[in-house]
């Protein structure tokens, strides 16, 4: 009976180690996605705030424009 327990208890212990890497291989595989996932955000961000920034700068050269166009009348 001793035997057949032990052989019993690594199978246990086999079958335990088998879902701990099955579990382990998931979670390695969903930080990939959720990885490529942020890296795809982020360079959609910095893409955005690139363009927000340039939009931004052609207002400010419009009123710098305005402003000297202005001061120019009224001198």
Not at 7 to 22: I, K, Q
Not at 47 to 71: C, F, S, Y
């Amino acid at each position: 009976m001793g035997c057949v327990g032990f052989l019993f208890m690594v199978w246990r212990v086999s079958w335990a180690v088998s879902g701990f890497v099955h579990m382990q291989e998931r979670r390695a595989a969903t930080e990939e996605r959720l990885v490529s996932a942020l890296s795809d955000f982020v360079g959609k961000q910095a893409q955005t705030n690139g363009q927000l920034w340039d939009a931004m700068q052609v207002q400010a050269d419009r009123l710098n424009r305005l402003i000297e166009k202005k001061v120019a009348e009224v001198n």
